[in-house]
């Protein structure tokens, strides 16, 4: 596998690992792939595009930062990454993000046709390995373990009927779709992060979605959840800043806080900073004590009213680890065998008809031309 290397000017090919440089010393032309080069783009911009990891918004401006993100950006130039997408959430952010839209035949088509335009500009981007998970169905195996958890009822039916002409139209495009029945698309991405991180030719596996059941899939900084609205990686490191446990605990702290979106209520009392220390110090729900005299004392100490809070954990046990389980995902090992069936080779025979359908010939003109781009490159 070919590296980048990032070459200061005048010193031909040397890798930088710190310090200050001036992005207008960089000679950056060196070591940028065609596809990067054929967009015009500017350093950040092209940063953006190759996921360098710590490209964020937040890190903007630091000092040393530029000089971080290059020599980071040059390790991941020609790496693997292998891209993951939610989408269910996908479609769901493009019917609430755009205008209505009717198809050739009249029926809405404005979601899809933005999934579809995201997606292209994703490969567009240089992703390489792409699979899409979509909630075929809302219901899963969950709705039979909790009478409350989210089903479809109450989804518009504008957007709800969109979701079989998703698949098609992904399908189409040439990516990989797994259209989720018994699992939800949660389950699917899971699925394929593990499959996909055990491939040593992979360097970087990207969860794109910013639901925090994925952050329980997070590890190290080689699978990782990318917020592509943001442009916010989210790594271990994050996910530990930001729920106060690490991946393994995540469900167990989903199990006490609650998920009002996936229709669980948690434990009364319990919230995201009694869930972050107590778990913190526990990991999991089965090492916590009943009996509050039991608790570590530093974390009896930074609990506001943490007897109240180990009475009620002691007598809700049994709907804790069922609020677990459902907020634990569930591995096919068969979803996924080899990345390599992830590999984009262009749009099938069936693209072009389904941008008419969408009325979207710039659409379709873009992904054959990207398709095509590949193509040459490669050969
Ligand atoms: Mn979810």
């Known amino acids: 596998m070919q590296r980048g290397v990032v070459a200061p000017d005048g010193v031909g090919g040397e890798q930088i690992t710190g310090g200050e440089l001036p992005v207008d010393q960089v000679d950056v032309r060196l070591s940028l792939p065609d596809r990067i080069i054929e967009q015009d783009l500017t350093l950040p911009q092209m940063l953006l595009r190759l996921g360098a990891p710590t490209w964020q918004r937040r890190r903007r401006g630091q000092p040393g930062s530029t000089a971080l993100r290059l020599a980071v ?36 088509v404005g979601a899809v046709r933005g999934v579809l335009r995201s997606l292209v500009g994703l490969l567009a981007g240089g992703a390489t390995h792409v699979g899409v998970a979509t909630d075929h169905v809302i219901e899963s195996f969950r709705n039979d373990l909790w009478a ?29 779709v797994w259209p989720m029945v018994e699992l939800e698309a949660d389950d699917a991405l899971a699925s394929a992060a593990e499959a996909a991180a055990r491939d040593p030719a992979v360097d970087r596996v990207l969860l794109c979605t910013p639901d925090k059941d994925l952050a329980q899939c997070v590890v190290g900084t080689r699978v990782v959840q990318l917020d592509r609205r943001r442009d916010v990686v989210v790594d271990e490191d994050a996910v530990r800043s930001r729920f106060g446990v690490g991946p393994a605990s995540i469900p167990d702290w989903l199990a006490l806080v609650g998920d009002s979106a996936d229709g669980f209520p948690g434990l009364p009392g319990w919230g995201r900073r009694s869930a972050a220390v107590v778990l913190g110090h526990y990991r999991h729900l089965e090492a916590v004590p009943d009996a509050v005299g039991e608790w570590d004392l530093a974390v ?80």
């Open 148 to 176: 409350g958890y989210k089903t479809g009822v109450g989804i518009d039916p504008r957007l709800a009927a969109q979701f079989p002409l998703l698949e098609e139209a992904l399908t189409a495009l040439g990516l990989v």
């Open 73 to 108: 950006w040059s390790a991941t130039l020609g790496a693997m990454e292998v891209h993951l997408v939610d989408g269910t959430y996908e479609l769901f952010r493009q019917f609430f993000g755009q205008p209505p839209r009717p198809g050739a035949d009249g029926a809405e």
């Open 300 to 379: 009896r100490r930074s609990v506001r009213q943490a007897a109240t809070l180990a009475a009620t954990l002691a007598e809700a046990r049994p709907a804790a680890l069922l609020f677990r389980r459902l907020a634990t995902l569930r591995v096919d090992p068969h979803l996924l065998g080899s990345v390599t069936e992830l590999t984009w080779r262009g749009p099938t025979g069936a693209w072009e008809a389904l941008c008419r359908r969408l009325r979207d010939p710039v659409l379709a003109e873009r992904a054959l031309a990207l398709a095509e781009r590949r193509q040459t490159a490669g050969a």
